[in-house]
């Protein structure tokens, strides 16, 4: 197994009618053996980011790792999830059994959902007084909590909410922001940790490429 950079992504490029990820470009095709060629613009070697970041360096943004371990290393897709809300600083607020937390470790491989769009000059000045006046409401006290009903994710919806309120839109509720924020970031970051995983042990991942894929297809579909 080979030690990789978390934080430095992958590298793919196509050959054999294959995509191939990778830590760095090989000279021979692990398909074929032969020197690699590139025929196309688009077979040649890309850089893939990982779609993990160090939370810390995330301004007012919405953050999700797991409860215990990392996602590239122990998390098993089933494993327990802890969110908080980054502020200006990237100090890490965030809520469990004990209560508020205000971390400046232990966010640094996370998936991080921005809140603040570029530009909104306002609402970057108060976040951070917003976020501490919340954080230190009577419904965070730690004896409140409850895994299922009154939990992170609460904590976290409640301030997004919060801020919306005084900006004068409407709440989201949980199913609503997880669709349209949460699952299509941790679909991304689910394909990403089965190839990131598979060229740590084995050095490459090889699968096929969607010009291959669409060929397969269309001899099913002649077959049927």
Not at 64 to 75: S, V
Not at 195 to 203: D, F, G, K, L, P
């Amino acid at each position: 197994m080979q030690s990789l950079d978390s934080e430095k992504g992958l590298i793919k490029f196509s050959h054999c009618k294959k995509d191939i990820f990778c830590s760095y470009v090989p000279k021979l095709c692990p398909v074929c053996g032969q020197n690699l060629n590139y025929r196309r613009l688009e077979d040649a070697p890309v850089s893939i980011p990982s779609p993990f970041v160090n939370g810390h360096r995330q301004k007012c943004s919405f953050l999700l790792k797991p409860t215990t371990g990392t996602f590239l290393r122990e998390y098993d897709g089933s494993s327990d999830l802890h969110v908080g809300i980054s502020n200006t600083n990237g100090l890490v607020y965030n809520y469990n059994e004990t209560g508020i937390h205000r971390v400046e470790l232990g966010w640094e491989q996370c998936i991080s959902i921005p809140l603040v769009q570029p530009g909104m000059y306002g609402l970057l000045k108060q976040w951070d007084k917003y976020l501490e006046e919340f954080s230190t409401g009577e419904a965070w006290f730690f004896h409140r909590y409850d895994e299922h009903y009154h939990n992170c994710y609460t904590y976290a919806l409640a301030f997004i909410n919060c801020v919306l309120a005084a900006q004068g839109k409407q709440p989201m509720s949980k199913s609503e922001f997880t669709e349209r924020f949460v699952i299509p970031q941790t679909r991304k970051a689910s394909k990403y940790i089965t190839v990131y995983r598979e060229v740590a042990e084995n050095y490459f991942y090889i699968g096929d490429s969607p010009d291959q894929e669409q060929n397969n297809s269309e001899e099913d579909k002649l077959l049927h």
